[in-house]
Each structure stands twice: as C-alpha cells, then as structure tokens.
C-alpha cells in the first residue's frame, strides 16, 4: 500500500515552454502533498507544501508564480514550471500523506532537463 | 549552519565492516528524526525512524541524542546493496504542518 507515481520520470524541454509534472496517490487519500527539489550533491529541499482544496504554502525563496501546484483531488497534485530554464533543470519529487499518519510517501521523482 | 549537517563522505568500505555515520540538527525543537536511503537517481526510502531510547532493525542501529542534538546510525556486517546515499531527517511541527528537514546524506560505497 501508499504508492505514490509521478508522471513524467522525466523530461527535456527548451528553455522559455512550461512543463507539468503530476503526482498521484495510487491507493490512499493524500490529503497533503509536497514538492521538493533536489539539485546534484545536495539535499532535498522542500518547495511547497499542498493541502487539498487549498492554496498551496510555498517556502522562503520559492517563486509561486513559477512553480504553480495546484492539489484539486485527495489523489492528484500538480507542479507546473513555467517559462523554465536551465537553472531550472533539478530532480523534482513528490510525496503525499493522510490524514490519520504523518509519514510521507515518496514518489518516484521527476527529472527535468532544460536546454 | 545548515540545519541539517552531514559528513558527505564518500566512505568506502569492504563487505562485512562496520560503519557509523553522525548527523547533528540545528533545531532543537525537532520532534521526530529519521535515516532515509537514496539509491542514484532515486527517491528517497524511509530506513528507520530515530528514537531516544535507540533502536535496531536487523543490521541497523540508530541513536539520538537530544542534549547534543546527535543523530547516528551504525551499519553491521555491511552488504554490497548497502551502497547508497544516507540521509538523516529532522521533522518539525510548523504552522503549515509537518516539515521535513533533509541532510545532503552520507554516501557509503561497500566494496568486496
């Protein structure tokens, strides 16, 4: 149980396209999800935390009008990078957890080459 | 000071040694802690949660210190397969919810 795919695993794009990411809870509600981003030899960093229905809490440093997430559904939540660039080219991944257990579980990780 | 500190490493190792990795934490009001594993190019995997009291799983250990604000985790009779990247968690309680906090992680290479 608690499976989390993400879609695409990964891709390249031209600098100045929007790309879209999405996460889902395959066998649970998720009623929060993050996005986290992790560059080369560095740590995860979490972007943005998502709650159901709700708009999104994004972390210090983190541009919200670029990274758009959008969590319409307790099973799907979305991470869309536009105008991106090549300073934009990272590992995104996802979790998602329940309301009744604070674990988080992972997605598979997006990764996102911009040339 | 990053809130999470981590020796990168690597630390090469033969099979069948015993290896420790430390992490210390900035943020004493932290509630939880954790070591995850990333293998390459992968998402990260929960290994063990961290408990005052200690903990072992198998051929893991994990300690915390609280007063020292010290985490570690001890591999025994290392395998081939345990080459990765450890990464030591830190949870917080913050007004958006629960955060985790990642170290960079420890990468440990097992050789024969």
Redesign the interface.
Known sequence: GAVVSQHPSWVICKSGTSVKIECRSLDFQATTMFWYRQFPKQSLMLMATSNEGSKATYEQGVEKDKFLINHASLTLSTLTVTSAHPEDSSFYICSASTLYSDEQYFGPGTRLTVT | RKE?EQD?GPFNVPEGATVAFNCTYSNSASQSFFWYRQDC??????LMSVYSSGNEDGRFTAQLNRASQYISLLIRDSKLSDSATY?CVV?EVTG??????????TQLKVEL
Not at chain 2, 96 to 105: H, I, R
């Open positions: 999470v990168p190019r992968k998402e990260p995997k929960l990464l949870k958006g919810g629960n955060k985790l906090t990642f170290g960079t992680g």
